[in-house]
């Protein structure tokens, strides 16, 4: 499937067809632009890389293998959580990658910041529940992200309720069922199996970090592992009994004990119970 999207590697190509505006985002290695596309006034993310190794420009490199296979292609352009990879190109040690930039969107890291003291709690279970549904859809296509963080989640606002998207696949490998032996993602977000054993599991880590997110959104400052790890981070006594079982579920130091991704999409603090929900948005307002 991927090499359809193999195209002529050449700056020429690419220039006729986008231009790179403003810079929106910056990593280790890239470097991310706001762009349009020429032939309709598209807009789009246009995504520096420096690559290590120049290899074969046949080749289909990592983070766009993973981004395709986890259902980010260009005929689900608005319909997929993960946001589409709509071309690529290759120029010698740079690979650009052209996506879908959705239009009414800013990161979950920003969002966080505009939070209302009465809606945090209800809007931190509309965006967790669409991140759980997101990344149980990405493992079933066989990837895990592994740097899920807040600057890698956008949210849309095209419709009643904003919507979830994933970003930055950079760091994504296949999922397996033998633990991983090296951690690849945010140092500080790592789960603590990996300061302990040097090894984790696909789900134990996506389960931290799902919880690493929801503790940012509902305390407004982020989830360090070692501050967390030494006590010096707690989860708030004040939130909602459920609320803080599903985070100590989220955030067991023993990955063993900590909830599936199927169970926290059941977990009560989600889906309490009919008659209850009324009474609880108002406590909580």
Known sequence: MASTFILENTPDNFSKKYHHLRKIGKGGCSTV??????????QVAIKFIK??????ENDVPGEVSMMLQAGG??????????VSLLEWFIFDHLLILVMERPKNSMDLNDFISSFGSCQEKHMAKILIKQLLEAVIHIHSRGVVHRDLKSE?????????FPRIRIIDFGCSTVVQTAPYQEFVGTEEFRPPEC???KEYTAEALTVW?????????????????????????RINRKLP??????????????????ATLQQLKAHPWLNPPVARVFETEMQNC
């Open 33 to 42: 632009y706001a762009g349009v596309r020429i032939a309709d006034s598209l």
């Open 51 to 56: 690559r290590a190794n120049k290899g074969c």
């Open 73 to 82: 292609t260009p005929d689900l352009v608005r319909q997929s959580p993960v």
């Open 152 to 160: 890698n989640i956008l949210i849309q606002f095209d419709s009643a």
């Open 195 to 197: 300061c302990r054993k």
């Open 209 to 233: 970090q799902v919880g690493a997110i929801l503790y940012q959104m509902l305390h407004g400052y982020r989830l360090y592992t070692s501050l967390f790890l030494t006590g010096i981070l």
């Open 241 to 258: 009994k459920a609320c803080r079982e599903f985070l100590k579920s989220c955030l067991a130091k023993d990955p063993k004990k900590r």
